[in-house]
């Protein structure tokens, strides 16, 4: 019996991709840097093709981490959620492609209050985590909350202790919010390691309050909040809010894909989004470890929608895929 060709392209179109990067590869790629990415390269890992003969080594050490060990040649791939400028990337050899797009969302655990119950502004956010406001009964968070009740209770909040582009990009929504927030102004709150240790930090702290990925939340059962965005409307963290900030950013004609989605515009737009971003040498010492990093990012951009979904990320536009792998080196 013939396949047809939709089966047919759909077995023999993983091996196509390596074919055209070259031949099979035995060594494993090594990678490291961003929490926020790291569920997604295990998944891609984890559906490569067996006779693709590629594998992965990623370590979770967060952002800034990962340029460093880019930078000094110690890995083949850096991954970052903040993008660096034109000027570093030209500097250290550089090549900065985004590979996904995420949320970022506020967590929270307080008796009483259920998932997306709670309903918090920038302002408000900014005063949390500085440690200005330091009971959930307090009259800022009650005004905006009139229908619950809230009890009093500590906050406690949870901020990550590494150099974090998840960290970076909440401090800078906040920045956005309001011009007395400052890199490094979080209270005394406790410091936890990468999305997972944040998430767990709340989910065991009574009173807790922290911001991870959030596909972590969801994972973690944690309750997150409606946020008020920049039309002024409280929206829930959910695809179609994460999709409307994603699809509005001009990827197209930005340095080195250095695109912002905070606050975006629109009516159903969630406000805390970041792309991944991946690190590559534009002048490899080893041209057959390069080859198999543009494997491995040539699957994951062509054939790895369905994991990257399953993971609550946004995929990249399809003319953006095309232009990362066109202008690759």
């Not at 582009?165 to 929504?173: A, C, E, K, L, P």
């Not at 240790?197 to 944690?222: D, K, P, T």
Request: glycine share 8%; aromatic share 10%.
């Amino acid at each position: 019996m013939f396949l047809s060709i939709r089966v047919l392209a759909r077995k023999v179109m993983p091996m196509l991709l390596f074919m055209i990067c070259g031949a099979a590869y035995s060594a494993p790629i090594a990678g490291a840097g961003s929490s926020f990415a790291a569920p997604l390269y295990r998944a891609w890992s984890d559906s490569l093709p067996p006779q693709a003969g590629l594998s992965l080594k990623y370590r979770t050490v967060g952002s800034g981490e990962g340029q460093k060990l880019v930078m000094a040649h110690k890995v083949d791939f850096g991954a970052s959620d903040i993008s660096l400028p034109g000027n570093i990337l030209d500097m250290e050899g550089l090549y900065q492609f985004p590979v996904a797009i995420g949320a970022i969302v506020v967590v929270i655990n307080v008796p009483g209050v259920g998932a997306d119950q709670m309903r918090l502004d920038g302002s408000t956010l900014v005063a949390l985590f500085r440690g200005d406001i330091t009971s959930w009964n307090d009259p800022r968070i009650r005004a905006l909350n009139p229908d619950l009740r809230l009890p009093d209770l500590d906050v406690l909040p949870v901020h990550r202790e590494e150099a974090s582009g998840t960290s970076q990009v909440f401090s800078d929504y906040l920045r956005t919010q309001s011009p007395s927030w400052k890199p490094g102004s979080w209270g005394e709150g406790a410091e936890a390691r990468g999305n997972d240790g944040v998430a767990a930090s709340v989910r065991q702290s009574i009173g807790g309050i922290g911001f991870v990925e959030y596909a972590f939340a969801r994972r973690n059962h944690l309750n997150t909040v409606k946020l008020k965005n920049h039309s002024g409307l409280f929206v829930a963290p959910e695809t179609a809010a994460f999709k409307s900030s994603a699809y509005s950013a001009d990827w197209q004609h930005t340095d080195h894909y250095a695109v912002s989605l905070l606050d975006a515009v629109g009516s159903q737009s969630w406000p805390i989004m970041s792309a991944t971003f991946v690190l590559v040498p534009v002048h490899p010492s080893d041209q057959t470890t390069a080859s198999a990093v543009k494997a491995f990012f040539t699957y994951g951009l062509r054939r790895g929608d369905k994991a990257l979904r399953d993971l609550d990320y946004i995929p990249m536009p399809n003319d953006v895929k095309n232009k990362i792998l066109a202008e690759w080196p």
